[in-house]
């Protein structure tokens, strides 16, 4: 009788930790706004962002841009890159453009050529 009465008194309690609200969704969804944002997917929205989140996002969009810059890939903003950015993408399109050439593609501009 005493273990019916002990397990009764437990049962909803053990009810009220199963089924307890929680905040994890809310969080889960700020936390997936903040990761599409980081990466550039859609479905980001800034506002929701807190100010280090948004520096963080700002920073991550600058680094995608440099990269597309650097690499010659579509999406690049000349714009938005430092002087010392924008020179090592200058080398690196040479690079592309000389590798091109010695290599026969057609993606060869000999006029950006050195004469060495």
Same mark, same amino acid.
């Given at each position: 009788?005493?273990? &019916?009465?002990?397990?009764?008194? &437990?049962?909803?309690?053990? &009810?009220?930790? &199963?089924?307890?609200?929680?905040?994890?969704? *809310? !969080?889960?969804?700020?936390?997936?706004?903040?990761?599409?944002? /980081?990466? $550039?997917?859609? $479905? =980001?929205?800034?506002?929701?962002?807190?100010?280090?989140?948004? /520096? !963080?996002?700002?920073?991550?969009?600058?680094?995608?841009?440099?990269?597309?810059? /650097?690499? #010659?890939?579509?999406?690049?903003?000349?714009?938005?890159?430092?002087? *010392?950015?924008?020179? !090592?993408?200058?080398?690196?399109?040479?690079?592309?453009?000389?590798?091109? =050439? /010695?290599? #026969?593609? *057609?993606? =060869?501009?000999?006029?950006?050529?050195?004469?060495?």
């Amino acid at each position: 009788m005493k273990k &019916l009465i002990f397990a009764l008194l &437990l049962f909803p309690a053990s &009810l009220f930790v &199963l089924f307890q609200p929680t905040a994890k969704p *809310a !969080q889960a969804e700020h936390q997936k706004n903040y990761n599409n944002c /980081l990466h $550039g997917y859609s $479905g =980001c929205d800034p506002s929701q962002l807190t100010d280090a989140e948004r /520096l !963080q996002v700002q920073q991550a969009a600058h680094r995608r841009n440099y990269n597309n810059c /650097l690499h #010659g890939y579509s999406g690049c903003d000349p714009s938005q890159l430092t002087d *010392a950015e924008r020179s !090592q993408v200058q080398q690196a399109a040479h690079q592309r453009n000389y590798n091109n =050439c /010695l290599h #026969g593609y *057609a993606a =060869c501009d000999p006029s950006q050529l050195s004469e060495s």
